[in-house]
């Protein structure tokens, strides 16, 4: 798995945007003493937060996938995938679409454990979602409504509605996930 210098990316997308560390806070709801423990590498932060402070800074998790090579088209190999952990939900992701400059969609391969649930409360974003379930059944509970999907199933969303992702099964599940703009 590739390690990343996730602080230091944070600090640089920041001190780029002008932006101090509590108006990150502010914009995030994460606190400033948190956001300058990440960008010291003091501690990692879970998927989540690290979304949330990237969605403050303007940018999309994409930051953390591009490589400093323009290219207009990409191949990624099953094991040259980027790979990060969402530490607090424990779901593996592997980036499906590394490398192409000023991109409009994120790929993403997820592979969360029995129970895991995305974020807590929901999530909304700019642009639209795209789920399909590869291996097992998800719950996809979208702007209070819920659908339960199974292999081969798929779902198409409106990113701005309030959404979370939740494995209903006692197995760990696939799905991918397309999201555009690539904010993930």
Do not use: C
């Amino acid at each position: 798995m590739t390690e990343f210098d996730i602080g230091s990316r944070v600090k640089r997308l920041r001190e780029e945007k002008n932006l101090a560390l509590r108006e990150v806070a502010r914009r995030s709801g994460v606190s400033a003493t948190q956001i300058s423990d990440i960008e010291r590498n003091l501690t990692a932060p879970t998927v989540p937060t690290l979304m949330k402070i990237i969605a403050a800074l303007g940018a999309d998790m994409s930051i953390f996938f591009e490589r400093n090579n323009k290219k207009s088209v990409s191949v990624v190999r099953k094991d040259e995938r980027q790979q990060f952990i969402d530490r607090q939900n424990h779901v593996f992701l592997e980036s499906l679409s590394n490398g192409i400059t000023d991109t409009k969609l994120k790929v993403i391969l997820a592979h969360p454990p029995p129970g895991a649930e995305n974020i807590r409360g929901g999530y909304q974003h700019p642009g639209e979602e795209l789920i399909y379930v590869i291996k097992g059944k998800v719950q996809v509970t979208i702007a209070g409504v819920t659908y339960i999907l199974e292999q081969g199933d798929s779902i198409h969303f409106r990113g701005e509605l309030r959404h979370t992702i939740k494995n209903i099964t006692k197995k760990q599940v696939e799905l991918i996930s397309v999201i555009t703009p690539p904010n993930y």
